[in-house]
């Protein structure tokens, strides 16, 4: 089945410690983006990419980087620069770039601080 | 910043009765899409209307836009209990760079009891 698998499902970080949240695609999609929900809010975009190389932030990226090596892969790691990172991380693609194309998204990924 | 929020923020019907969510947004947009969302997961695309549409149909949906009032609605009909789920609104609008990204609502949780 194609799909976007995002991983771990639950994640926990240390303070002052950066994590990595993985986010694969199987669906030959050129556009991926990384996407932030807060409870009771909707989803802020941090960063996202138009093609393999290439990404641009979005309205909330500081203390988060990206890397796009892979078509397939997106991974999105959380700085100890990022003061507030417990959230429900949310990983989508697109078959390109254009806004109007319906975005598929994993099943999240929650971070907690210990 | 957000463009859309819904209205309004949460709604119990009985099963089988109508739901309609409200979403108005600030400034002229291109496209209009509505995503569901169940409780820990991710988003599932349901509709776009584009904004020289008025009305859209799919299924037991039915989607209206209102551009002279900036607002669109989601009406689903028959509901079900498989319907609980969160409901985002989602817009897209011409800007610097051409076609800019998606910009998310705030959501309507919507519960459909039994």
């Known amino acids: 089945d194609g799909g976007i698998t995002q991983s771990p499902k639950y994640l926990f970080r240390k303070e002052g410690q950066n994590v990595t949240l993985s986010c694969e695609q199987n669906?030959?999609?050129?556009?991926m983006y990384w996407y932030r929900q807060d409870p009771g809010q909707g989803l802020r975009l941090i960063y996202y990419?138009?093609?393999?190389?290439?990404?641009q932030k979005g309205d909330i990226a500081e203390g988060y980087s990206v890397s796009r090596e892979k078509k397939e892969s997106f991974p999105l790691t959380v700085t100890s620069a990022q003061k507030n990172p417990t959230a429900f991380y949310l990983c989508a693609s697109s078959m390109d770039a254009r806004a109007w194309q319906p975005q598929h998204f994993g099943d999240g990924t929650r971070l907690s601080i210990l | 910043s957000q463009q859309g929020e819904e209205d309004p923020q949460a709604l119990s019907i009985q099963e089988g009765e109508n739901a309609t969510m409200n979403c108005s947004y600030k400034t002229s947009i291109n496209n209009l899409q509505w995503y569901r969302q169940n409780s820990g997961r991710g988003l599932v695309h349901l509709i776009l209307?584009?904004?020289?549409?008025r009305e859209k149909h799919s299924g037991r949906l039915r989607v209206t836009l209102d551009t002279s009032k900036k607002s669109s609605s989601l009406l689903i009909t028959a509901s079900r209990a498989a319907d609980t789920a969160s409901y985002f609104c989602a817009t897209d609008a011409w800007g610097n760079f051409g076609n800019e990204k998606l910009t998310f609502g705030t959501g309507t949780r919507l519960t459909i009891i039994p």
């Open positions: 209307i584009r904004s020289n549409e």
């Open positions: 669906l030959n999609h050129d556009a």
């Open positions: 990419s138009q093609i393999v190389n290439d990404f």
